[in-house]
């Protein structure tokens, strides 16, 4: 596996962030990487933002339940300025990062306008993305989402992996116009992994809906759904982009793998006001 070399999680001490350490933890724990959690405060700090006296009790909190669930490589990292800068500065520094947010912010348009940090990460992030919305009680099965291309078998062979070190099962899945054209592509995916053990992959051909609809109707049978980042920036997202659909509107667990890296997003947008 091309594994992961940290795990950098964010957390304002809110309950979505809270959720986000749990998870990251536990990846981290399975893994066996060195965590970080990191807390952004405002050197200007309106009413509701964080000052650094805050930031820091938060990210000490964060360590302290790390450490408490077994994790020994455990750090702090407290910075001024906005959520979603600092994350995204973080990730850059190393392309084995992974970083762990909450979703809050994600499923809502007025919130993906006005103030989520999620969002704008998922926009720009050069690196792999967890959005947590659940603790699951195991890691029983993660989903492969796939359509066939080179960018998404990037995104399949590092969430099979990552499913392996969870303890979970993988199956690949994609939504196609039908049963016979979505066994076709699974069954050229799943030659193409060339895997040891191929019977360990499952298969999930989803139908009747259109894909991005399809995958989040699914998304109750798996703890974690793994997709690359193809179409989440540059105007790719406004033309019916997959991936940037599925990221705002699933339910569960979802990496977000960088399959791109922001080549087809020559102007980033400012970070959305908070």
């Known amino acids: 596996m091309d594994r992961y070399q940290r795990i950098v999680v964010g957390t304002d001490g809110s309950e979505a962030a809270q959720l986000a350490v749990t998870v990251a933890g536990e990846v981290a724990l399975r893994l066996g990487v060195p965590i970080t959690a990191l807390t952004v405060w405002k050197e200007k700090a309106r009413k509701s933002a964080l000052d650094p006296e805050s930031a820091v009790r938060i990210s000490a909190a964060a360590v302290a339940a790390l450490v408490e669930a077994g994790l020994s490589q455990v750090t702090a ?16 520094q190393d392309p084995g990062t992974l970083l762990v947010i909450g979703a809050r912010g994600l499923g809502r348009s007025k919130d993906r306008l006005t103030s989520s940090t999620a969002n704008h990460v998922s926009h720009h992030s050069p690196t792999d993305v967890l959005f947590t919305h659940k603790v699951p009680k195991r890691w029983t099965t993660v989903g492969l989402a796939t359509d066939g291309s080179p960018s998404s078998m990037l995104a399949v062979r590092r969430g099979y992996d990552l499913a392996l070190e969870l303890g979970a099962r993988p199956f690949l899945v994609t939504a196609t116009k039908t049963d016979a054209d979505g066994a076709e592509t699974l069954a050229q995916v799943h030659a193409a992994l060339n895997l ?11 139908t009747g809906v259109p894909p991005a609809e399809a995958l989040c109707n699914a998304a ?3 703890d974690l759904v793994v997709i690359g980042n ?10 019916g982009s997959v991936a940037n659909k599925v990221t705002h509107d699933i339910d569960t667990n979802l990496l977000l793998v960088a399959t791109t890296h922001g080549s087809d997003d020559p102007d980033p947008e400012p970070d959305p006001p908070r």
């Open 77 to 92: 990292l407290d910075m001024p300025g906005t959520p979603s800068a600092a994350l995204l500065e973080v990730g850059a």
């Open 196 to 206: 040891d053990d191929p019977e360990l992959l499952g298969h999930d051909v989803l």
């Open 220 to 222: 109750w049978k798996y």
């Open 230 to 239: 193809r179409g989440m920036s540059g105007p790719a997202r406004l033309l």
